[in-house]
Every structure is written in C-alpha cells, then in structure tokens.
C-alpha cells in the first residue's frame, strides 16, 4: 500500500496571518435570505448589518454556500438596484475573504470606511481582510500588523458590543508572539470578562486560551461548566473534542465530536463531521465511514474562516480510499484537492507516492 503523508505543523513566522484568522472563534454563516441578522444591542453602526438588507443577505447566502461566482452577480445587480454603498462594499470585502482574494477583500473594507468612517462594521471587516493578507508569511504578516491593530480597536471603540470583534482581539492577544504584542494573561483576562457580555462565547473562548497556555485541565474544566450551562451547542462539544483529540484522549475526542454532530448542521457540525472523520482516518479505523463524512463534507460545508478548506477534505478522502486499497478513486480525490488548492503539497506528495 503507498504510504500516505501525515500532517505538518505549520510554521509559526508564516502561520501568523492563519492564526490570526483562527481568532475568529465564532463567526457564523449568515441567516437564511429574508431574515433579519439581530445584532447586540447599543450597536452604533453606521452602515447597518448587510443582513438586515434581504437581497445582501441573499448574496452572502450565495458566498457561503460556495456559489462565489451566482454571489457575484448578485452583488451586482444589489448595486444596481440601490442598496446601500458601504453595507456592499462589507458584502463585496466579505465574500474577497471566502475567495482567498486578500487585496481585493482589503480594498473593498478600505471603501467600506472611507464611505463610513463611524461604522464599527466597516473597520471590523477591514480587520478581518488584514488577517488574510497576513498569512503570505513573516514579511506580509509584519507589514500589515499595525493597520490590523488599528482597525480592530477602533471597531471595538465604535461598537463595544461587537462580540466578534472581542474574540477576535482575545484571539489575536493569545496567538501571536509577545514581541508582536501578544499577551496570554491579557486574553484570559478579557475572555473571562467576556462571559458577561456572551457566556457561551466567553467561555469557549476562555478554554482556548487555556488550552494555547497548555492548561488542558482548566480549558476542559470550562468547557464542562459551558456543556451544563448550554448542553445541546455544537460549538461547546467540537472545541472539546479537538482538545481532548490533542491530548490523544481519543475516545472522549469522538465522543464529544458525536455530541456535536447531534446538532443542526451548522458550522460547528461541519467542524464536527470533519475532526472525527480525520481522526478515523488517522487511527486507520472505520475507514468506509471516515470517507462517507469527507465526501459530504466537501459537498455541504459552507465556506467559513474556520473551517477546513474543501481541499482538505478531498485531500482526507484520498487517504481514506488508499487505506482501502482503492487506488484510482484516491488519485482522483488528490487530483481534485489540487484542483481547488494548487499549492497543497501534501496532496501533491500523496498523489506522487501513488506512481502512475
């Protein structure tokens, strides 16, 4: 059987901009076109929630679907028929990011503050494009640092409620090096008093500074108290199966992604099938299964930040298939994970191993 590669750690100077988007503990997919997105209360935004307006929140049902192109077109016709300029150009920044187009995700956020320069939303976006740009490596990441921080704290001055943009700041204090100014006493100080304003966000996110402090007992200490408090939430059960999976408690890992699957299928579900679907992979256990959850994931998880990439999940589908001797079927899955992904070297070293 040709051997396939295991996972590699990325490293950390070109991982910055990842990590920073990995911050984003807790963005969701937007609601279903028509209903409303309720933002917290004492919200100050200038530029209202793409949301709230049915034919945005139509094109970022698209975006997240993986229709970049149908959302696209439907922006455009949103334009044309007069919806608002800074809540497109959030909409245009925000489907730039679900395309891996960081300058063009920057340059629309860049519109979206020029044209509401009070919008907590709009300096948020811009926040979120950075991070994007940042993961081209040290030089990239270090460059566009300083504007990164500028506009995730004047998006938290312009909206304190801003829960997102609160995880986002705790996530970049708890990821990035000290000399970059992160801060992991900090974050655990604000993800705490986070609970406040969002127990259930708070929580989780203050079990994955622990977990980033290498407290694994504390951040599963939280997140207990965060399963009694909120028992039937998917994120609570997945954020405790990828940590119980790290300590290799494997068993609890799969239990607690079981848990989460239970839910509705939202981007923790997603989350979910994909963790315990690799982990059987890995284990080289229950392989039929482990395939069966890739293939659905690459055909229904929406895009996300957060999220596996599609390409990851073809990549893990071509494993499963090796694992069971199904040689073309495998090479097909990696041609495809490099379709999506051309860079993807793992998936170029598996496809190779196969020979012709």
Not at 34 to 63: E, F, I, M, Q
Not at 94 to 106: P, S, T, W
């Amino acid at each position: 059987m040709p051997p396939v590669s295991r996972p590699r750690r990325s490293p950390s100077l070109a991982a910055l901009g990842l990590a920073l988007a990995l911050a984003a503990c807790s963005q969701e997919a937007p609601p279903p076109p028509g209903a409303a997105a309720a933002r917290p209360a004492g919200s100050a935004d200038a530029t209202g929630d793409p949301g709230t307006n049915a034919a945005l929140a139509g094109v970022r049902a698209l975006g997240y679907a993986g229709d970049l192109d149908a959302a696209a077109e439907a922006l455009g016709r949103a334009r044309a028929d007069g919806a608002p300029p800074a809540q497109v150009a959030l909409v245009e920044s925000e489907l730039a990011r679900l395309a891996d187009d960081a300058d063009g995700a920057v340059a629309a956020a860049e519109r979206a503050v020029e044209l509401a320069p009070d919008s907590g939303a709009a300096h948020h976006a811009l926040a979120r494009a950075l991070t994007l740009r940042m993961r081209g490596g040290m030089l990239a990441a270090m460059g566009s640092l300083p504007a990164f921080k500028r506009a995730l704290r004047r998006a938290l001055e312009l909206d304190p409620s801003n829960v997102d943009a609160h995880a986002d700041w705790i996530g970049f204090l708890a990821l990035v090096p000290g000399v970059a100014g992160g801060d992991r006493d900090r974050a655990l100080e604000l993800a705490r008093e986070l609970q406040a304003l969002d127990e259930r966000r708070g929580l989780v996110l203050t079990s994955f500074v622990q977990s980033l402090r290498e407290e694994p007992g504390d951040a599963l200490a939280t997140l207990d108290v965060a399963a009694e408090r909120f028992p039937d939430d998917a994120e609570v059960h997945a954020t405790r199966g990828m940590i119980l999976a790290s300590e290799e408690r494997l068993d609890e890992a799969r239990e607690a992604f079981e848990a989460a699957l239970a839910g509705a299928r939202d981007r923790h579900h997603y989350q979910a099938l994909y963790q315990l679907a690799k982990l059987r992979i890995e284990a080289g256990v229950e392989l039929e299964e482990a395939l069966a959850a890739m293939r659905r994931y690459a055909d229904e998880a929406p895009l996300a930040d957060l999220l596996p990439p599609r390409a990851g999940a073809h990549w893990r589908a071509g494993q499963a298939l090796v694992g069971l001797g199904r040689t073309d079927e495998a090479r097909a899955a990696f041609e495809r994970a490099l379709e999506l992904q051309p860079g993807f070297e793992q998936a170029r070293e598996d496809l190779e191993a196969l020979g012709d």
